[in-house]
């Protein structure tokens, strides 16, 4: 369980910038994952540049910011009056564009990151279980951000003027709001929270080019189910999408293993895990075609 809530808030990480740009700002970003992955390699950069984890990571978040306002500013400023289909195209080039950009300066040949030292070990969660610090300190960091983004949205001025912006540009632009600039802060803000979601997956899996595009695909799930636009419903679909996830790889296997090889049990039942995740998918919008928390039309 607490795997998949790990799972779970490592998604959310990702889907809560998606969620600014595809949910308020009504932007379809194909590229959000690969803002993930540049939040990856910066990290390994700026981690071996420093030879500290926290002050290399400290240094990617800002540079992952940064990276998102070019991206607004160059690219994604130019397609907020376009159709949806222009949006993809557009950013699916930005997709081969990055992963291209990757290759050249890294090259081809994946790179890890280490757990950082002072989070190398377990810790005891009740007595007799103990669980990595550094999954526990993955939860915690996805716990906070939740947080944070739903004060942020939901409680400040800054939160309205962008819900405001998103719903109606011209009618805030007259009252004095500059939202060219508020947009692409939020744009940078997303960026950066994808930045987050890779430097801290990084070391419980590897930087590697295009690590960003399979997981966007489960970003771009979990903000249908929760409802688009809706902090509380991507928190909420992340924690469930990340308990089909494990709780499936944990136990579908042995439940294969009674009508099938234990090679094939063990092969699909990742495959199954996944299936059920859309399956789910599936089911929400047959009940509530706006998601959990969607507003309804």
């Known amino acids: 369980m607490l795997n998949g809530l790990q799972l779970g808030l490592l998604?959310?990480?990702?889907?809560?910038?998606?969620?600014?740009?595809?949910?308020?700002?009504?932007?379809?970003?194909?590229?959000?994952?690969?803002?993930?992955?540049?939040g990856a390699y910066f990290a390994w950069t700026l981690i071996g540049w420093t030879d500290s984890f926290v002050l290399g990571a400290l240094l990617a978040l800002p540079a992952a910011f940064l990276l998102g306002i070019v991206v607004e500013m160059v690219v994604a400023r130019r397609l907020y009056a376009r159709d949806h289909l222009d949006q993809v195209l557009a950013t699916f080039g930005l997709i081969l564009f990055f992963?291209?950009?990757?290759?050249?300066?890294?090259?081809?040949?994946?790179?890890?990151?280490?757990?950082?030292?002072?989070?190398?070990?377990?810790?005891?969660?009740?007595?007799?279980?103990?669980?990595p610090a550094y999954r526990f300190a993955l939860i915690?960091?996805?716990?906070?951000v939740a947080i944070i983004l739903a004060w942020l949205v939901a409680r400040t001025r800054v939160g309205m003027l962008i819900r405001a912006g998103a719903s109606n540009r011209r009618m805030i632009a007259a009252l004095g709001i500059n939202i060219e600039l508020l947009f692409t802060l939020v744009f940078g803000l997303g960026a950066a929270f994808a930045g987050l979601a890779?430097?801290?997956?990084?070391?419980?899996?590897?930087?590697?080019?295009?690590?960003?595009?399979?997981?966007?695909?489960?970003?771009?799930?979990?903000?249908v189910i929760g409802g688009i636009g809706s902090i509380?419903?991507?928190?909420?679909?992340?924690?469930?999408?990340?308990?089909?996830?494990?709780v499936g790889r944990a136990?579908?296997?042995?439940l294969l293993k009674t009508f099938l090889s234990a090679n094939a049990a063990s092969t699909a039942a990742p495959a199954i895990s996944q299936v059920l995740v859309y399956i789910v998918m599936a089911g929400v919008l047959v009940w509530r075609p706006t998601g959990l928390f969607g507003q309804r039309s």
Do not use: C
Not at 140 to 144: E, K, L, S, T
Not at 251 to 254: I, Y
């Open 99 to 131: 992963n291209e950009l990757v290759r050249a300066v890294w090259g081809p040949a994946g790179q890890s990151i280490a757990v950082p030292p002072f989070l190398a070990h377990t810790i005891e969660i009740m007595p007799g279980m103990l669980y």
């Open 232 to 246: 509380k419903g991507a928190f909420v679909a992340a924690l469930v999408v990340g308990q089909i996830d494990i």
């Open 198 to 223: 890779g430097l801290m997956a990084a070391p419980i899996s590897s930087v590697k080019i295009g690590m960003g595009d399979d997981i966007l695909i489960l970003a771009f799930v979990i903000i």
């Open 11 to 38: 998604m959310f990480l990702l889907a809560a910038g998606l969620t600014l740009t595809f949910g308020i700002m009504d932007l379809v970003n194909l590229a959000h994952g690969s803002l993930y992955m540049m």
């Open 251 to 254: 136990f579908l296997p042995d």
């Open 140 to 144: 915690v960091v996805g716990a906070a």
